[in-house]
């Protein structure tokens, strides 16, 4: 029967990711099919499709597929980068290490690729893959518009690790933004759920209490520009598609530029940029191997411009949105309901009747 050890780099990764990474004609189905017959094993244990494999396990499965063998589709082959494209992601890197690769993505560039994007952050992962044997992979991503930290995987072990951190909560995300007009809380956290607004093919969401997804955001006001506009700090506790932008908007108050969500509401004059103003400031993550990433990506020339003509001091940001502390373990007053006296009654000592 054919064996195999699993070798570091596909450490952290389902079994049936395994076949189709180092065999031709193994599928998913196949897999299946033998785990039902503890045909196929870990260590000599049975093992299923789904089942996270270890470094250094011994794999066997049987010489003779159980079905007919299913063709794979052909890898398209990308084109070479040039020089200009791989300086310019190399221009981006905002930290290098053996698990991670973080760039600071500017506006305007999409993280992946769609029918209407003509390059993304994906097509030129090529130019960021260094010594490793494989190009990077993106365990996260940012809206077109939105710049700023973005977290590339350069194992797959690092990925599954990277991507257990985002979908646990255990990372942790900032975000700045500038909004229209100044919130009237000055800090504090909007739940509000979001699912996709029905008739715009999943393209926008919108708040939707009876049918969307849990949705939380924390926030706080940093600096104000008269009632005019406001430097906010975002943490999205919850990952739901443009959570930030419909819940800003949800609360009165949309981002600079934000069109889809603010309307013609959403633009300010005065030399204002047009374009969005959310940018990911700051991503806190733990490492694979233990330790903790901390990386800080700068604004973009928009948003720095703006900051500059409203007169915010940048040095305000790097205060931390701190949690706010549980109320002491003190025993409660007991209300005027529970009590029985009447409110502005003072117990007498001694069992004397109250004082009025």
Do not use: C
């Not at 909007?190 to 209490?209: F, L, R």
């Amino acid at each position: 029967m054919p064996t195999a050890t699993i070798a570091e780099d596909d450490d952290g990764i389902r079994l049936d990711r395994w076949f189709q990474r180092h065999t031709k004609d193994i599928s998913f189905n196949i897999v299946s099919r033998w785990s039902k017959t503890g045909a196929v094993r870990l260590d000599g244990a049975k093992a299923g499709p789904g089942d996270r494999i270890q470094a250094g396990q011994v794999l066997v499965w049987p010489e003779e597929l159980p079905v007919a063998p299913m063709s794979r589709p052909v890898e398209k082959v990308r084109e070479p980068l040039s020089d200009e494209e791989i300086a310019f992601m190399r221009g981006l890197v905002l930290h290098k290490d053996a698990h991670a690769i973080v760039i600071n993505k500017p506006p305007g560039l999409a993280t992946q690729g769609g029918t209407k994007q003509t390059t993304s952050v994906d097509a030129l992962l090529d130019a960021l893959q260094y010594e490793a044997p494989s190009r990077p992979r993106l365990v996260h991503r940012l809206d077109k518009d939105t710049s700023g930290v973005l977290l590339l995987a350069r194992t797959a072990r690092a990925a599954a690790f990277f991507s257990k951190e985002f979908a646990g909560r255990d990372a942790r995300k900032t975000y700045w933004a500038l909004t229209v007009g100044v919130p009237k809380i000055a800090a504090g956290t909007i739940d509000a759920a979001i699912a996709k607004q029905p008739g715009t093919g999943g393209e926008k969401m919108h708040v939707d209490p009876d049918n969307g997804q849990k949705a939380k955001t924390r926030y706080r006001v940093i600096d104000r520009a008269a009632g005019r506009a406001a430097w906010v700090e975002f943490q999205p506790l919850t990952g739901r598609t443009h959570q930030i932008r419909v819940h800003a908007a949800a609360i009165g108050h949309p981002l600079v530029g934000d069109g889809k969500y603010g309307g013609k509401d959403a633009f300010l004059t005065g030399g204002i940029s047009r374009k969005m103003h959310l940018h990911s400031r700051r991503l806190v993550i733990g490492l694979p191997d233990g330790g903790t990433l901390d990386i800080r990506a700068d604004l973009p020339p928009h948003m720095s411009e703006s900051f500059g003509l409203l007169g915010f001091d940048l040095s305000l940001g790097e205060v931390e949105m701190v949690e706010p502390p549980p109320p002491p373990l003190k025993k409660r007053r007991l209300s005027s309901a529970t009590s029985g006296n009447r409110r502005g009654e003072r117990r007498a000592r001694g069992g004397d009747k109250p004082k009025r």
